[in-house]
C-alpha cells in the first residue's frame, strides 16, 4: 500500500475535472469563471443566500481554489461589483472622436447596464458598504472602477475639448468638473441603498437624466462671446 497522504482538496479537483472541467486555466481565466458564475447567483438568490460553497460548487472547483484567489466571500463581491461597475461606461472609439462636444460626453456618460437586474446590483453594494470598515481595499477598488473609471474618462476628454477651445477650464479645474458631472448624471446613491423605488430602471429616464446634467454643465463651461 502506498505511503503517500492524500490531499482531500486535491482529491475534490480530481473529482470535478473528471465530471467535465478543463485541466489547464490558468489563474485570471479561473477568476473570470469565479466572477461569472458568483453574478450568476447573485442574480437567482441575492447575496445574503449566496455562500462560498455555492459559487465553488457553481464554478467547478475546490473551495480551497476559490478561497486562494478570494479570501472571503465579502471580497469575492466586491470583486464582481467592480467588475459590473468597470462595465457600465465605455470609451470612445476612434470614428467617433469627431462627434460634436455634447455627443461625444452623451457616449461617455451613457449607461450600459449588464444582465443583471438593478436590485442585484444594489444588493452587491449594500454589502460591500457594510463590510467597507473591514475590507476598505474593497471600497477603494469599487470607487475607482466605477465612477472612478468614468470620470477618469471624462477628464481625458476634457482636456483634448480645452485644447481645442470648446470649454474654457484651466488644467487643475477639469478632474473636479468631471466628478461633478458624474454625480449630476449618477445622482446619489443613498436614495437608492433606502428606497429600492428610487433606481432609475428605464432607459429614457437614465438617458433623460443624462442629458439635462450634460446640458447644464456646458452652459457653465463653454467660451462665453465677449
Not at 444582465?115 to 458598504?129: A, G, K, Q, S, W
Not at 468614468?150 to 470649454?167: F, K, N, P, T
Amino acid at each position: 500500500m502506498s505511503d503517500r497522504s492524500v490531499d482531500p482538496a486535491r482529491e475534490e479537483e480530481e473529482s470535478v475535472r473528471k465530471r467535465g472541467r478543463p485541466v489547464q486555466m490558468c489563474q485570471a481565466e479561473r477568476e473570470a469563471l469565479v466572477l461569472d458564475c458568483a453574478i450568476a447567483l447573485l442574480s437567482e438568490k441575492g447575496p445574503e443566500d449566496v455562500t462560498m460553497a455555492d459559487i465553488a460548487q457553481r464554478a467547478g472547483m475546490s473551495k480551497r481554489t476559490l478561497y486562494a484567489l478570494y479570501h472571503s466571500r465579502e471580497e469575492l463581491l466586491g470583486a464582481g461589483l467592480a467588475r459590473m461597475s468597470a462595465a457600465l461606461f465605455r470609451p470612445l472609439h476612434p470614428d467617433e472622436r469627431d462627434a460634436s462636444l455634447e455627443e461625444r460626453l452623451r457616449i461617455l456618460l451613457t449607461l450600459n447596464p449588464g444582465p443583471e437586474p438593478p436590485e442585484v446590483v444594489i444588493e452587491m453594494l449594500r454589502t460591500v458598504i457594510a463590510e467597507a470598515r473591514s475590507y476598505p481595499e474593497m471600497g477603494r477598488s469599487l470607487s475607482r472602477k466605477g465612477p472612478g473609471q468614468v470620470a477618469s474618462l471624462l477628464c481625458e476628454e476634457l482636456v483634448r475639448a480645452a485644447d481645442a477651445g470648446e470649454i474654457e477650464l484651466a488644467p487643475d479645474e477639469i478632474p473636479p468638473a468631471a466628478e461633478l458631472l458624474v454625480d449630476m448624471v449618477l445622482g446619489n446613491a443613498i436614495p437608492c441603498l433606502l428606497d429600492p423605488d428610487r433606481i432609475l430602471r428605464r432607459p429614457e429616464e437614465r438617458a433623460a437624466r443624462r442629458d439635462r446634467a450634460i446640458d447644464i454643465f456646458l452652459n457653465g463651461v463653454r467660451p462665453r462671446s465677449r
